[in-house]
């Protein structure tokens, strides 16, 4: 069924951004904006997936809500249409720029080609990508992350708990952006214990195809390596992975999550004793980084990335049998030094 794009605003509801969309959005190169020079405050155009994926896009709204906070905002986050095109995607961002957001996030490198567009004509609003850096304007802000590096150390504490020596990573989608995590999984495995299998699937060619978004594909994917012997199973897929963790539940069996500590995630609870760890990336922090940076009137542009030196990516430490095991901490901690001061490189492919 055809997902209604639909508008979460923080706050109190406003029937003022019930963004329509109309096929007449500004193409102009003014940055002016109906609300004038007051900032609305900030504007999250999520990823596939949308609101409620426990991972990637709850992050930035956790992002959002603290800038909120502070910042008395009352912003705006609007949700993807199944099969969309980049003319929707423009045609968003457009509108919420229009009304006076600033920034504007794509939360997704989805988003990469929308924001290049729109960023080019409204040169006075400050925008803000996602895990995309390609994109090389002065009001734009590449937010990117060593995904690399929490993958590694998910490897290494997969290669401690594992007992049948094999393990899984299932991936979303087929790109190089989840390359990166399994990479740094496989590595971070391989390096801590030899003779550990690690079984590698990716759900869908493409995002389209529901890779990010069906936690039934990833359960599948799931029970699949966990019957083959996978004993941790890590999925980088967005809402795919809560059937990775479900899965892992049933079988009980071990899953990692990723981007958010989906072990405190409320919609999670029921399996979160099977969550040994989870890789995450700050994506709160950066979406509110970024606020604060225009509230302030120094707004972030270029590449700001993310890494374990800087706090931008990182392991969760909230369940107690994770927590508690001093093999699995002692291996953590050394492969994170190592990483910090250079001795260990992560591959990203």
Known sequence: ????????????????????????????????????????GLALAYDVGGK?????????????????????YKSAAVEPQDGESDA????RLETLAKKGYNPVIGVGFAY??????????????TFGIVDDETIKADNVADLVFHEEQASYLAGVAAAKATKTNTVGFIGGVDVPLIHKFGAGFKQGVEDTKKGVTVKEQYLTETAQEGGFSSPDKGENAANGQIDAGADVVYAAAGL?????????????????????????QDAL?????????????NVE?????????????????????????????????????FESNAAIQDAVKKAEEAI??????????
């Open 112 to 125: 990469a080609p929308a924001v290049k567009e729109v960023a080019a004509k409204y040169p006075k609003t």
């Open 285 to 321: 922090g950066a979406v509110y980084d970024l606020a604060k940076s225009v509230h302030d009137g120094k707004p972030e542009t270029g590449v700001v990335r993310g890494s374990l030196e800087n706090g931008g990516v990182s392991l969760s430490h909230s369940n107690p049998a």
């Open 269 to 281: 609870a029921k399996y979160k004793d099977s969550i040994l760890t989870s890789a995450m990336k």
């Open 88 to 91: 929707d995607k423009v045609q």
């Open 52 to 72: 409620g994926d426990q991972s990637f896009n709850d992050a930035a709204t956790a992002g959002l809500e603290k800038a909120d906070k502070e910042f008395g």
């Open 1 to 40: 069924m055809r997902r209604v794009s639909r508008i979460a605003v923080a706050g109190v509801a406003t029937a003022a951004l019930a963004v329509t969309v109309s096929a007449c959005g500004s193409s102009s190169s003014s940055s002016s904006s109906s609300s004038g020079d007051k900032n609305l």
């Open 240 to 264: 795919s992975g809560q059937g990775v963790i479900k899965a892992a539940n049933e079988h009980k069996v071990w899953a990692i999550g990723v981007d958010s500590d989906q072990y405190k």
């Open 340 to 349: 910090k001061s250079g001795s260990i490189t992560v591959k990203t492919s």
